[in-house]
Every structure is written in C-alpha cells, then in structure tokens.
C-alpha cells in the first residue's frame, strides 16, 4: 500500500520559514519524480514545485528564489524549504508521486 504523509505545516508570519517534508513507503521512490502542490480556498490545485529522480527542481515562477525542494532518496523522503513567505502562500500543500498523494498539511501566513 502506497502512503505519503506530508508534515511540517503550520502558522508563519509574512517573511518567515516553514520546511514541509514527505516520507513516502509502498513505492519504488527512487525512480519517480515527486512534486509539491498547494490548493487555496476557492483556487485550483498548482504545482509548486517537483524533482525528478535524478534530482532536477522545477518551481513555479511564484516561489523561484523562495522555495526550495530536495530528496533524500535513501529516506524516501521530499523536502519543501520555503523562505520569505507570503500572505498568498496560504494553502493546503500536497505531495505526489506518480497518481499518488497525500493527505495535505495546512500553511498559513498572517499579514
């Protein structure tokens, strides 16, 4: 059974740092590219950003120079360390790996 279970949300203040992590088990983590997304109230589902299995990063144009995603292949684990953090960050932010996903872990940022 494929499981990824994402933590280290929470409540920030505008400019602070949270660091969301993503341990996956029940799958071949190596070999696939693992993305973050984040939906907020009333919006669609975005990609934040992902990395490939060679550990390639792609960001949206909305967290370059803020964000950064890293694995940890021998943990199976993803990492989303974001800076200089930003009232329209709030959302509800989201592993995924192949159809995969998780359960979510809320980011808030108080103005």
């Known amino acids: 059974q494929v499981q990824l279970v994402e933590s280290g949300g929470g409540l920030v203040q505008t400019g602070g740092s949270l660091r969301l992590s993503c341990a996956a088990s029940g799958i071949r983590f190596s070999i696939y590219t693992v993305g973050w997304y984040r939906q907020a109230p009333g919006k669609q589902r975005e990609l934040v950003a992902n990395?490939?299995?060679?550990?390639?990063?792609n960001y949206a144009d909305s967290v370059k120079g803020r964000f950064t995603i890293s694995r940890d292949n021998a943990k199976k684990t993803v990492s989303l360390q974001m800076n200089s953090l930003k009232p329209e960050d709030t959302a509800v932010y989201y592993c995924?790996?192949?159809?995969?996903w998780g359960q979510g872990t809320q980011v808030t940022v108080s103005s």
């Open positions: 990395i490939a299995s060679g550990g390639s990063p």
């Open positions: 995924s790996m192949d159809r995969y």
